[in-house]
């Protein structure tokens, strides 16, 4: 158990590269490029540990990292349509990098960028490394400066936390999410078409043709969006429903019930593994999304990425809820502190 620490070479950039595992043999892989959560190892229902999240084989894929495979997503996650946004009494024009929108912050942004490494510790609490990165005023047309934190924290219990904390000096935006997809099978050896998932929400954002937000709502009573109860998510993702079909699949924002205490709000297991993955968030709303646009990228253990082999489950903000003066939802002022909390917990069934 402990953190091995080493470096790695991405692109022309040294990178610091983490191994923490806990007594019960969990392992999480991390580096400071993109703050990224590389790999995670659990174990089956028989003791057997494999990896349980999508990654590159190659550690220089990570320069470009397409998927965003578990890297911290910001300024803003998802979606700004047109590239347009107003705070404290503007208009904001940030850079379109997918198609005529703007998505996970731009080009460039964080998500791609080397952090700088913080606190690497060991104690009863568990392993922490934290990473910081400064993302300067006019970063891809953002308005004020933005520091943020980031600490991943490995209990004995098989709980990895991810904490956020960020300040501006300048009205700005700050939306950030954890970008990891998750696979139970073991080693990615199935899709996730058998996988159960249960997610506490009664509603999903409404979307449009462009898969933005128009600020209504869709209740998921009766339909292939509904999974208040477990079940698997095979019926959604071969669903002939045109709000699932023109995602290729599950794509949404599921606005999360309130929270209740020691219940997670998403559920994601495997039989055949044995394993189970639940998620507790104070945030009020999660994407989930099943790599409908994979590549054919060349991931570990020599598997070949495809459609729906994982669930992305991004915990962040709702995209829709403006301030009463129409200021963007993910606004952050000089004298607040943006901080998340979401919990990933294993175990077996």
């Excluded at 991943?152 to 936390?161: F, G, H, I």
């Excluded at 699932?244 to 039989?271: K, M, S």
Aim: aromatic share 8%.
């Amino acid at each position: 158990m402990g953190i091995v620490q080493t470096h790695i070479q991405i692109g022309d950039q040294d990178v610091q590269h983490f191994i923490l595992t806990n007594r019960c043999g969990m392992v999480v892989e991390l580096m400071n490029w993109g703050a990224t959560k590389v790999d995670m190892h659990t174990a089956d229902r028989h003791g057997v540990i494999e990896s349980v999240t999508l990654a590159h084989a190659d550690m220089g894929a990570y320069m470009n990292n397409g998927p965003y495979f578990g890297c911290i997503v910001g300024r803003v996650a998802g979606r700004i349509a047109h590239g347009r946004f107003h705070l404290d009494g503007k208009d904001h024009l940030v850079p379109l990098n997918q198609g005529a929108h703007h998505l996970h912050g731009g080009a460039g942004a964080m998500s791609h960028q080397v952090w700088q490494v913080g606190e690497v510790s060991g104690s009863d609490q568990g392993l922490r490394v934290a990473f910081h990165c400064r993302s300067e005023a006019g970063e891809n047309a953002y308005p004020g400066a933005l520091d943020v934190t980031v600490t991943y924290t490995l209990n004995d219990n098989n709980q990895l936390s991810v904490d956020y904390q960020a300040n501006a000096d300048a009205p700005t935006l700050c939306n950030l999410t954890h970008h990891a997809y998750f696979n139970l099978s073991g080693n990615v050896r199935r899709t996730v078409h058998d996988h159960a998932l249960q997610v506490r929400a009664a509603s999903v954002c409404e979307m449009d043709a462009d898969l933005l937000v128009t600020g209504g709502e869709w209740a998921v009573a009766n339909s292939d969006f509904d999974f208040r109860v477990l079940r698997t998510l095979d019926a959604t993702l071969r669903s002939d429903d045109a709000r699932l079909t023109l995602a290729h699949g599950i794509d949404h924002y599921f606005i999360l019930d309130d929270a209740i205490a020691n219940q997670p709000q998403v559920v994601l297991q495997d039989e055949s593994s044995g394993r189970r993955l639940q998620v507790f968030t104070d945030q009020p709303c999660v994407v989930l999304y099943a790599h409908n646009y994979a590549e054919g990228e060349a991931l570990r253990h020599g598997v070949v990425g495809v459609a729906h082999d994982a669930l992305c489950i991004e915990t962040q903000k709702l995209p829709h809820q403006s301030a009463p003066n129409g200021d963007h939802a993910a606004a952050l002022y000089p004298n607040q502190t943006y901080r998340q909390h979401t919990l990933f917990c294993f175990d077996v069934l």
